[in-house]
């Protein structure tokens, strides 16, 4: 019996990643191994849960993955952890289609029990209502509790606590009103001062939640039987231990604050076929010997000048690219194989590595995301969109991968491809497939 479950909310930025995080802390304090996970395709909240536990966070996501896959990810790292902590996605019930991806698909397959981060801020008695339609909307689903975040006073929590009790839902506590319970912007860079800061806000939550949150009802009311059941009938093409059959091969991969938007997974995929090398194209000089360069999403156009000087550095991405390297650019890293990148109306246009002939820009910084299918060949790759950049005078992308998104529509202008050098501005998951099926070698 192992302590598991998610968290979850009745609506969107009601505290999910605050309850999460303090909790996280708080156990680990206690000297407890947490495995936390996030549903879904976000690459940023994985980052402060990280930070909370000092452990890697794994994406659990039922569009990226198929049902047996998520077991086996939950299975495999929740092994040797003292509990699993799951944080939700939007609101508990919101997919990409109703329903369809949202994290009470992922409660319902790992078979974990509920807790409902419910915003108290202006929240009166009638969230009994809300409670009790949660409650009973799914029977499949189990509603352990509630906790209620950023309640104003202890006579506004007597109203609330009364709302459970008449809805018959577990009132595990509330966090008060935290004034500076903000963290840093989706489109900022964790730098080394942004990460202390988070740290210590994360310390703070944690000082509150021990005195506000019953974590140990929490602990005891969500035991459950480690590892969770898989589907049936059961099938499986995939096993860590796979032979994948190829000479290792040696892959570089971009990793610093302007390029760290990566599934852990994904990286644990690449550790299995190549010896990995990480460097920093903010820092680095060169460009280190490897056989395939992986640029992940992150926000490199906040470091463009920055960029733009380490010319070595871009001369060698370039001469790689020409030499027939394996290149993989996601996201808003795409920008560094354009011509130029542009970060504001009438801004300087700075030079890039030149490999495609188009030119990026995040003028107006207008948010691209969504599901996506990503079609190589005879593989179907999934991914997910999350980027700022715009781009301009580009040429149809490569006929022989193609883009489609979650209503069945190619999306021409998504995906380029250069020799080896392929550039996809959405992020893709290859938890289940072949990474190197992406590249055709007889090109």
């Not at 009973?136 to 906790?147: D, M, R, S, T, Y």
């Amino acid at each position: 019996m192992k302590p598991q479950f998610l968290i979850a909310s009745l609506t969107p930025g009601a505290g999910k990643t605050t309850l999460s995080l303090g909790i996280s802390r708080l156990l680990q304090q206690k000297g407890l191994r947490v495995q936390s996970y996030k549903c879904g395709s976000d690459l940023i909240d994985p980052q402060y849960l990280s930070m909370s536990t000092d452990k890697p966070v794994v994406n659990l996501d039922n569009w990226l993955s198929s049902p047996y896959y998520i077991q086996h990810l939950y299975n495999n790292y929740g092994e040797n952890a003292d509990l699993c902590i799951v944080e939700g996605s939007a609101a508990l019930f919101d997919g990409y289609d109703g329903s369809k991806g949202s994290c009470s698909e992922i409660a319902m397959l790992l078979h974990l029990p509920v807790i409902l981060v419910i915003n108290a801020r202006m929240a009166g008695y009638s969230v009994a209502a809300m409670i009790l339609g949660f409650k009973l909307f799914n029977p499949k689903l189990k509603i352990a509790g509630v906790v209620f975040n950023q309640t104003i006073s202890g006579a506004q929590y007597k109203y609330l606590y009364q709302a459970c009790i008449d809805t018959g839902v577990e009132c595990f506590g509330y966090i008060p009103y935290i004034s500076d319970d903000k963290f840093i912007s989706k489109h900022s860079a964790i730098t080394v001062s942004a990460r202390k800061d988070i740290n210590s806000l994360i310390d703070k939550i944690a000082d509150k939640i021990a005195q506000t949150v019953d974590v140990h009802k929490i602990i005891e009311s969500c035991k459950l039987i480690f590892p969770c059941l898989y589907m049936l009938p059961y099938t499986s093409d995939y096993d860590d231990d796979i032979d994948v059959g190829v000479k290792k091969i040696r892959i570089a991969v971009a990793k610093d604050v302007a390029f760290n938007y990566m599934y852990w997974d994904n990286l644990m995929k690449l550790s299995k076929i190549g010896n990995i090398t990480y460097f920093s194209p903010l820092y680095s000089n060169e460009l280190p010997k490897c056989d395939m360069l992986y640029l992940p999403n992150g926000v490199p156009e906040l470091f463009a000048r920055q960029i733009y000087r380490r010319k070595k550095m871009l001369e060698d991405i370039r001469d790689f690219a020409e030499q027939g390297g394996m290149i993989l650019a996601e996201g808003n890293s795409v920008s560094i194989l354009a011509s130029t990148l542009t970060i504001r109306e009438n801004g300087t246009a700075y030079d890039m590595a030149s490999i495609f002939p188009f030119d990026c820009d995040t003028i107006g910084l207008k948010l691209h995301s969504g599901y996506v299918n990503i079609i190589s060949k005879d593989k179907v790759f999934r991914g997910n969109e999350f980027h700022y950049c715009n781009i301009t005078g580009y040429s149809q992308g490569d006929s022989d991968i193609k883009m489609i998104n979650s209503k069945g529509m190619e999306i021409s202008d998504n995906i380029f491809r250069y020799k080896n050098s392929i550039a996809s501005l959405a992020n893709i998951y290859w938890g289940e497939n072949d990474i190197l099926s992406l590249w055709n070698t007889e090109n």
